[in-house]
């Protein structure tokens, strides 16, 4: 019931309703913990007849599955709120983070989808960001390294989606995900998401390529793109040194959308632009 009642309605009540409750979100983080204090006895094999070991086994799994459902139907309801939802600790943004890690490394594209989107959303808010950026380290490096998964594996992925695990639509979420990850990401972290192997060449590839396509929304997602890097080459001008060959490639292109031009340039030359 609460599922449905958190889809849009004509004036949004429903989402603002439900993200400012001051006990919503506690109750869904307690339906996230469900399943973490089972109190089945544990038995050995030994001890216990075959009859009982397969009833066991078969209440084992419809709880797995139970609580699998219940994930999945918080998930649903925090993608329909999550642009109201406001964090009010590290501990509940460290708790959504592995939540939506776990289902973006699922095998399940249309949940991974979903928690991306989930992210995306709630990433956006300064208050937000400031307690996501608290988690601990290895939580974050975790969740990125399912973000940089996402990433289409080749060129023609990016446009048309096709082979790959991300659809063209999904893109806006992955870049603003980067970007909102980005921004939130202190100093160490940052440096972490530059040296990761092959990010930074994808991204610039991405970046170029949305540049290159006529599209105004492949346009405004090149911008982000590079936005991203710009926020990361802040303060990282030595690690931004590897890819000097691929960025004045880049900047030499004729075609590209000026305002990507000139985030390249900031990204190249930050202290300079």
Do not use: W
Request: proline content about 4%.
């Amino acid at each position: 019931m609460i599922r449905n009642f958190s889809f849009t309605n004509d004036n949004n009540e429903n989402h603002e309703y439900l993200a400012t409750h001051p006990r919503f979100l506690t109750v869904l983080m307690r339906v996230l913990y469900i399943g973490y204090d089972d109190s089945f006895k544990l038995y050995k094999e030994n001890d216990i007849g075959p009859d009982v070991k397969t009833k066991r086994i078969k209440a084992i799994r419809k709880k797995a599955y139970d609580i699998l459902e219940l994930r999945k139907s918080v998930l649903i309801i925090l993608s329909n709120i999550a642009a109201y939802v406001p964090l009010p600790s590290i501990y509940v943004a460290r708790d959504l983070l592995i939540l939506i890690a776990d289902f973006i490394d699922s095998m399940d594209d249309y949940y991974s989808q979903v928690a991306l989107e989930v992210f995306a959303k709630l990433s956006v808010s300064y208050d937000n960001r400031q307690r996501i950026g608290g988690c601990d380290e290895s939580t974050l490096i975790s969740f990125f390294n399912c973000l940089v998964q996402m990433l289409p594996k080749g060129e023609n992925n990016i446009i048309t989606g096709g082979g790959g695990r991300l659809m063209a639509q999904e893109l806006p979420y992955l870049i603003m995900s980067f970007y909102n990850f980005a921004c939130l990401s202190g100093e160490g972290m940052r440096k972490k998401i530059i040296s990761t192997p092959g990010f930074i060449n994808r991204m610039l590839k991405m970046s170029i390529l949305l540049a290159h396509n006529r599209d105004e929304d492949c346009i405004m997602l090149a911008r982000r793109a590079m936005e991203t890097l710009k926020v990361l080459a802040k303060g990282n001008e030595e690690s931004f040194l590897v890819y000097t060959e691929q960025l004045l490639s880049a900047l030499l292109n004729p075609y590209i959308d000026p305002v990507v031009v000139k985030d390249l340039e900031s990204v190249m030359y930050p202290g300079d632009v």
